[in-house]
């Protein structure tokens, strides 16, 4: 059950960073930033996961260093008054450092892909936020009991949506990027722009 919690966790952010994407995308002068605005979102899903982890191991720690063996304290409610405010707050100002630095080191890095890699790149992530908007189309049929060939109508929209995307990001690989950079690089414009032949 705790891995279900977990895994829904991380893909409700998934889902957010698959939003996210889609409106940085629709709005031209966000388009650079749409990769790393999506991965952003993502982060704290694992981030979430962990401080859970550490804030359930630090319930049975506490458990066991006062012997009280009271398994109550496992329950939701009294997990902010174990904890506080205090380790929320904290928790969200270091998930937002970690995302804020891994969306800001992977800025850097993709503009520093030749423009074949950025591509394959660009096209393997759309095709995984193509399959979130899957996963989520298949749960709403499930929900909504829409179609009678369940299975069959799941997996087609699955693979239209991871479909549509890849190539909707193969073709429109330059637009998710800006311009090249200038300083602490190793690929030339051409290659940035995609233009170099040899």
Not at 38 to 47: F, I, K, N, Q, T
Not at 81 to 97: K, N, P, R, S
Not at 106 to 134: D, E, M, N, P, W
Request: charged letters at 10%.
């Amino acid at each position: 059950m705790l891995l279900l919690l977990f895994a829904a966790i991380v893909f409700i952010f998934l889902a957010l960073g698959s939003l996210v994407f889609v409106a940085c995308v629709l709005v031209p002068p966000t388009r650079k930033y749409a990769l790393s605005a999506a991965l952003w979102c993502a982060v704290w899903g694992p981030c979430s996961v962990g401080l859970m982890t550490l804030a359930g191991l630090g319930l049975v720690a506490s458990a066991f260093i006062t012997k009280a063996g009271d398994m109550q304290s496992f329950h939701a409610p009294r997990l902010l008054a174990v904890f506080g405010w205090g380790y929320l707050i904290i928790g969200v100002l270091i998930t937002t450092v970690v995302a804020t630095g891994v969306s800001w080191l992977h800025q850097k890095l993709v503009r520093r892909f030749t423009f074949a890699l950025f591509r394959l790149y660009a096209t393997a992530v759309c095709a995984g936020i193509g399959s979130v908007f899957g996963w989520a189309l298949g749960w709403w049929m499930m929900w909504k009991e829409v179609a009678h060939y369940g299975l069959l109508w799941r997996c087609t929209g699955m693979l239209v949506l991871v479909v549509a995307f890849a190539t909707a990001a193969y073709k429109s690989a330059r637009q998710l990027r800006g311009k090249a950079p200038t300083t602490f690089t190793w690929i030339s414009p051409d290659e940035f722009a995609g233009t170099d032949r040899h």
